[in-house]
């Protein structure tokens, strides 16, 4: 992750994720799915600042720059501005295991819609870990710090890692894709949101699952015709049945001129595989006439 030192304390930018695939392999014992999943992240960021203080407590504050909060079909519903945030957890973890009594500032700025499949939580998770390991100089190297990352959510450990990657076991099992390359898309929000535990309890693992390698041989060889045909997510059809504005998605991204489309995470944001940069900001531009949600063009990033 970028950091940067600036008068207000260490700054970190967290990029959201999109699920370019996503297998559902089987459910195990501890209640938790195993999952496939490709994964890269993209130019639409939070926020984190931190501040070392004296000892004492750690400060919150939380703005957000549109409204993130949506409303989700089914439980959930604002960002928590308390304690309950993860990126709050993620520092208090930290001065927990480092056995730090400084104090500090957080600040997130929200911009990555939540209950989306966007994975935001996550990332300011991955990034609060980050500041707070600089602003109080433990200088602990990132093998030291993916235990933390791993316990606070399966997606935190692939954010610390910092790029494309190929997840496994609940998600945190990280294999860096290097040789990724720079991507374009246009990513959707719709107006509802889902909440990821009930996309889950609907999902039904295959008994076939599907294979990622033709989709990360597509990637790595930049053939991006064949990358767009093998997109892929498994939890599609149970979101489906949670909200109506999957369906209604797939409808506007199956008319549009992409290289291909999907779902990311568990919902309900959507993306589509762009030629390029200039085809990105005019599918944008045609997507936010028709009102379907908010509207990024983005780009994979490190
Ligand atoms: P994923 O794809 O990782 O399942 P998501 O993008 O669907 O995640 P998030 O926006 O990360 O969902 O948030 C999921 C839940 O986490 C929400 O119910 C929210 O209340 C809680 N949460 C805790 N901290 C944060 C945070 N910093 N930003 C957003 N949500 C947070």
């Given at each position: 992750m970028r950091v940067v030192r600036s008068a207000k304390g260490i700054v970190v930018q967290a990029p959201?994720?999109?699920?370019?695939?996503?297998?559902?392999?089987?459910?195990?014992?501890d209640g938790y799915h195993e999952v496939e999943t490709l994964m890269c992240p993209v130019s639409l960021f939070d926020t984190i600042v931190f501040q070392e203080s004296p000892p004492g407590p750690i400060h919150f504050h939380c703005r957000q720059t549109t409204r993130c909060g949506i409303r989700v079909e089914a439980g959930g519903g604002e960002v928590p501005e308390g304690p309950d945030n993860l990126a709050v957890r993620a520092v208090q973890l930290l001065r927990e295991r480092a056995g730090v009594s400084d104090g500090g500032w957080l600040?997130?700025?929200?911009?990555?819609?939540?209950?989306?499949?966007?994975?935001?939580?996550?990332?300011?998770?991955?990034?609060?870990?980050?500041?707070a390991n600089v602003a109080w100089k433990l200088n602990w190297p990132s093998e030291r710090l993916m235990p933390l990352a791993a316990e606070l959510g399966s997606d935190v450990p692939f954010f610390l890692d910092g790029g494309a990657a190929l997840c496994r076991g609940r998600g945190e099992r990280v294999e860096p894709l290097d040789r990724f390359g720079l991507w374009d898309f246009v990513v959707i929000r719709p107006p509802a949101g889902l909440s990821t535990r009930d996309v889950y309890r609907r999902c039904v693992p295959p008994d076939q699952p599907r294979n990622v390698n033709p989709l990360r041989d597509a990637l790595l060889r930049r053939d991006r015709r064949a990358a767009g045909r093998e997109v892929f997510n498994r939890l599609q059809p149970a979101a489906a049945r949670l909200s109506p504005w999957v369906d209604r998605l797939h409808a506007v991204l199956a008319a549009a001129d992409g290289l291909g489309y999907g779902m990311s995470g568990s919902g309900t944001a959507h993306?589509?595989?762009?030629?390029?940069?200039?085809?990105a900001r005019r599918l944008a531009r045609r997507f936010q006439a028709m009102q379907v949600g908010r509207v990024y063009a983005v780009q994979s990033c490190r």
């Open positions: 959201a994720k999109i699920n370019l695939f996503f297998e559902v392999l089987g459910k195990r014992a600040h997130l700025t929200k911009r990555i819609p939540m209950a989306a499949g966007l994975g935001g939580g996550s990332s300011d998770a991955a990034a609060a870990l980050t500041a993306f589509v595989l762009c030629r390029h940069v200039g085809h």
